[in-house]
C-alpha cells in the first residue's frame, strides 16, 4: 500500500484527499458539488484490493486462544485477496515482540495483534504505527492509544455483570440466597473487572449475599482443587458463577464428586463443553456468559477495511470506529441453538 494511503488510514478524515475536499467545499457548480463522493466505499464480500495482514497472538495454550487463531485463518480464507502472515505465538514477551518486528520488516499492510501482555508490547505497536502500518489491536489493550489505529476485545466487566444479573433473576423470590464465586487469575486486570461486575449486579438483589469467592488459574486442575475447596467450606447455597468454562470442567467434576446439586452454576466464554451440557440440561449448569473468540474474526475484516481503505457497511463514518466491545451475552437453554455454533474446543 502506498505511503500516504497509510497515513490516512492512521489519522481518519485525512484518507479524503486534499484536492477532492477543496472541490467540495469551492465549486458554485450544483451539479459538480452533488457530483462530489460524500463516503468512501464500505468493505463488504466482494473481492477488493490485495491486503497482507500479519497476526500476531500469545500460545495457544488454552481453549478461548486456540480458538482466536482458528476464527482469525478462517476469515482470513473467506477473503481471496487476503493474504494473511501469522506467528507461531508465544507467551514470552520479548518473542513475540521479535515475531512482531519481523511483520513490520516484511511491510505487511496491517498488523492485528493479541498481545501476551498488552503493556510490554505498546513500544512495538507504536514502532508500526510510525511505519505507516496501522494495527488492529486484540483484546488485551496497549498502554497507549497511540499503538494502534482500532482495538476489538470483549467486555470483562459486562460478563460479570451479566452473569450477576441472571443469577439475581433467578433468585429474586428466594428470601435469603447465596452465591460463590469461581474466578480467574487475581492478579489479572481482567479477572478484577468480571469480580467487580458481578458485585454490582448483586447489589441490585438484597436477598442475595456472596459468601465465599475462590481465585484458580484458568485450567481444569486449579478448577476442580479450588472447587472442592469451596464446597467443603460452604455445606449450602444457591448459586456459582465460574468466570471461565476449562477451568468449569474441573469445577463440574468436584461438583459431581461431591454429589451437590443443590444450587445453579454460570460459566464464562462460551466453551463448547459447557454449551453441550446447557442443552443437555443434566448438571447443575444452566447459563454460560460470552466472550466471544469471533472477535478475532472480527478483527481480520476490521484490517481488511483498513488494507483497502474503506468504512464499515452500516456505519455512516468514513473510517472504522478507534474501538469495538463485544457484548457478553448469557446462553441458556432457551436459545443455546443460536449460540452453540460459536462454542470453542
Not at 505511503?3 to 469551492?26: D, I, K, P, Q, Y
Not at 452465591?179 to 438484597?206: C, H, M
Amino acid at each position: 500500500m502506498p505511503e500516504t494511503s497509510r497515513r490516512g488510514l492512521l489519522f481518519g478524515t485525512a484518507a479524503v484527499s486534499a484536492g477532492a475536499f477543496l472541490t467540495a467545499c469551492t465549486s458554485n457548480d450544483p451539479k459538480e458539488a452533488s457530483a462530489a463522493p460524500s463516503k468512501q466505499s464500505a468493505a463488504d464480500d466482494k473481492p477488493g484490493a490485495p491486503v497482507t495482514i500479519g497476526f500476531a497472538g500469545p500460545q495457544a495454550d488454552h481453549g478461548w486462544l486456540n480458538a482466536i487463531n482458528v476464527q482469525a485463518k478462517s476469515r482470513a480464507e473467506k477473503y481471496s485477496e487476503v493474504t494473511l502472515e501469522i506467528t507461531e505465538g508465544s507467551n514470552d514477551t520479548a518473542a513475540q515482540i521479535g515475531q512482531v518486528k519481523t511483520l513490520i520488516n516484511k511491510k505487511v499492510d496491517v498488523l492485528v495483534v493479541l498481545p501476551a501482555d498488552g503493556k510490554a508490547l505498546t513500544q512495538v505497536g507504536l514502532e508500526a504505527m510510525k511505519a505507516g502500518i496501522p494495527v488492529v489491536n486484540l483484546d488485551r489493550i496497549f498502554a497507549s492509544p497511540q499503538a494502534y489505529r482500532c482495538w476489538v476485545g470483549g467486555d470483562n466487566y459486562g460478563m460479570g455483570l451479566n452473569a450477576g444479573h441472571y443469577i439475581g433473576e433467578q433468585l429474586k423470590d428466594k428470601s435469603s440466597a447465596k452465591v460463590v464465586e469461581l474466578a480467574g487469575i487475581d492478579n489479572l486486570e481482567l479477572t478484577k473487572q468480571r469480580s467487580q461486575g458481578f458485585a454490582d449486579a448483586l447489589k441490585n438483589y438484597s436477598n442475595i449475599k456472596l459468601v465465599a469467592r475462590q481465585a484458580a488459574d484458568f485450567t481444569v486442575e486449579s478448577g476442580q482443587a479450588k472447587m472442592a475447596q469451596l464446597l467443603q467450606a460452604q455445606k449450602q447455597f444457591d448459586a456459582l458463577w465460574n468466570h471461565d468454562d476449562d477451568q468449569g470442567v474441573g469445577a463440574l467434576r468436584a461438583i459431581q464428586q461431591a454429589g451437590r446439586d443443590e444450587f445453579i452454576m454460570v460459566g464464562g466464554a462460551g466453551a463448547k463443553s459447557a454449551m453441550d451440557a446447557i442443552k443437555a440440561d443434566n448438571s447443575v449448569l444452566k447459563a454460560t456468559v460470552l466472550y466471544p473468540p469471533t472477535m478475532a474474526a472480527s478483527a481480520i475484516d476490521l484490517a481488511r477495511a483498513l488494507g483497502q481503505n474503506k468504512g464499515v457497511a452500516g456505519l455512516s463514518e468514513m473510517e472504522i470506529p478507534t474501538s469495538l466491545t463485544l457484548y457478553s451475552a448469557v446462553v441458556t437453554k432457551e436459545n443455546i441453538d443460536q449460540y452453540l455454533p460459536t462454542g470453542f474446543s
